[in-house]
């Protein structure tokens, strides 16, 4: 990792201090002598982005040694993340974190549920466009998200969440999905309303953004042994039966159709009850970006519920998989049972 710090204060007092952590993505691409697209050199901030002096900020920067397309990322990038956020968190007002949007939410997903108490804001953001770029939305996404990483309200920090912000934006981390690949408003969050907008001032929905917790405990241990099994008419249950029958499998997140529904057929039921069975976790989640499983409203969906499968409410898919991970890895398959319907850092409405 490289380390390099920024006073956009000097010779004056800065007003806070934020930590970078530049993993990546189209964000920090530059064209080098060649003209060829490569990670950019962040010292070199505040020659692409001049007005970073007017926040009178103390920023660090710690860079990944090979910056990765976040298609790349991986559950250890999350555990690198969330422990340079754990053992500067004392040091530091608040955390912006520049990832790839690919992953993007999974990563704030990620991070929410592993920084368990947190109380100072952890801003994940990036851009569709290159900061080489002139049309780049890189310039604005970075300011505003140094902006609210640094906010303040009577000594306490305004957003003590991990979120995303994007395109004047800011969303619950756990709550977010990449929507689009082209157009600059790439997040939505269908199922909880936005924390902010950024307009001529930065307007915080003071109602809508969660409470601080009193320490911060980290929780780094991931298990990966989960899948997700997408639904569509025509699935063979032979498809179904590979899926049920992975080795060491511990959860599936079943994605259903509408309010959590799913085919009838006695071999479908047949192959689930028996990973049940197994102990393997199931949750339903819905293939729609928004509204909720509803287990029991259609009779599609009352035989999963019979055969215990579990709700995963208004979850996203990409909160169901990091959560699983989470809860699998620090506590084993009874108490992630217990705890997955259960909201640990907004991400479900209970
Ligand atoms: N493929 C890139 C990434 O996720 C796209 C982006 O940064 O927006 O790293």
Redesign the pocket.
Known sequence: MKKININTATPAKPQSKVLIIYT????GMAHDTNGVLVPFDFSLILEHLPSLRNLSLDLTVISFDNP?????IQPEHWQQIAKLIFENYESQDGFVVL??????AFTASALSFMLQGLAKPVIIT???LPISETRSDARENLITALEIAAAKKEGLAIIPEVCIYFDDELLRGNRSKKVE?MHFD?FESENYPALAKAGVMIDYNEKVIGQPGTELKLLSKLDPSITILKLFPGITMATVNAVTSIPNLKAIVLETFGSGNAPTSPEFLKLLSGAIKKEVIILNISQCPGGMVVQGKYETSRDLQEIGVLSGGDMTTEAAVTKLMVLLGEYGSAKTKRLIGISLAGEITN
Do not use: K, R, V
């Open positions: 990546g993505g189209t964000f990765i397309d976040s298609s790349n990832h790839g949007t690919d992953t993007m990036g851009a569709q690949s790439a």
